[in-house]
């Protein structure tokens, strides 16, 4: 076994990260991987010098690939010689100092308080299995801020009547729970009633159609589906209901770190970028609105 599938596999077993993310640092090496090899001839990371990876990033930006994303992949890099060097002797680290393009700091692309409100008014009252799960995971998204990733993880044991909370397996394994209010709470009890009718036997909280667990990719469809009828946005992920989530939060006024606890963020500086749309809203307020604006 190669020393980076070492890394992968120090990842899953004793780092406890989850399937997905071990995924997307496996995607991130390999990449770099294959460049070490089809330029420089080597297929051990460890042999790398910092003018190699230095080449990989000019290669990767020559691509196209945005500044954010190379620092992403660069962090998966510099994780892997980290571990080589605590546990198989690597010397020292080629990416250490190593200087990289400063990424753009987009701001998180939201839906405005009336389109959420015409799609929330769009969802249909539930018929089957299938549209009563569709509407239980929008409103949820919404309502709770959680991530895609751990609104696939929920089981159906992580909601529990009178609880008033959900709990969440968030990154790294770490438990939250989200407290649910108590409109959500009855839409809760009708998607259970359609759910436990059909998927008794599964333990997921969201079942397919073929009664598996729901997955990413399928949430991904339903969503980008759904936003497209009340905004012509080019983002239309179910990160847009977080950040859609946390924007309006902080809009009515909630606490900036209680809205980091609920989403999750292991600190504050995460959760201060909706700060920036909030301001941006109130100089578009000050400007249609102030004579002097």
Not at 4 to 15: F, G, V
Not at 113 to 137: H, I, K, N, Y
Not at 184 to 193: A, G, H, K, N
């Amino acid at each position: 076994m190669a020393v980076w599938e070492k890394y992968l596999e120090y990842l899953r077993d004793q780092k406890r990260y989850a399937a997905h993310t071990v995924r997307a640092y496996q995607g991130d090496l390999l990449g770099y991987i294959e460049y070490l090899s089809e330029v420089y001839g080597i297929d051990d990371p460890a042999q790398a010098g910092t003018e190699m990876l230095r080449s990989y990033i000019v290669r990767l930006l020559e691509d196209g690939l945005s500044r954010r994303s190379v620092h992403r992949k660069v962090s998966a890099i510099k994780s892997m010689y980290r571990y080589l060097m605590r546990f198989h002797g690597l010397g020292a680290n080629p990416a250490e100092g190593l200087v990289l393009p400063r990424p753009a700091h987009d701001l998180p692309v939201f839906l405005t308080g009336e389109a959420m409100e015409r799609l929330l008014g769009l969802l249909p009252e539930p018929v089957d299995p299938g549209t009563a799960r569709e509407r239980m995971l929008l409103t949820l998204l919404y309502s709770t801020g959680m991530r895609v990733s751990e609104l696939c993880g929920l089981d159906r044991a992580d909601v529990v009547p009178g609880r008033h909370v959900v709990r969440v397996l968030g990154k790294r394994n770490k438990q939250r729970d989200i407290p649910l209010g108590a409109a959500l709470e009855t839409e809760m009890e009708r998607y259970l009633v359609w759910r436990d009718s059909v998927y008794s036997g599964e333990p997921a909280l969201f079942v397919t159609d073929k009664g598996k667990r729901l997955y990413a990719r399928r949430v991904y469809a339903i969503v980008h589906d759904w936003l497209g009828r009340v905004t012509t946005q080019g983002r239309r992920s179910p990160h847009v209901l977080r950040h859609t989530f946390a924007t309006h939060m902080l809009d009515d006024g909630a606490d900036l770190n209680a809205i980091k606890e609920i989403l999750g963020h292991s600190s504050l500086a995460a959760t201060q970028v909706y700060t920036h749309n909030t301001i941006d809203q109130l100089r578009k307020v000050y400007e249609q609105a102030h004579p002097r604006a």
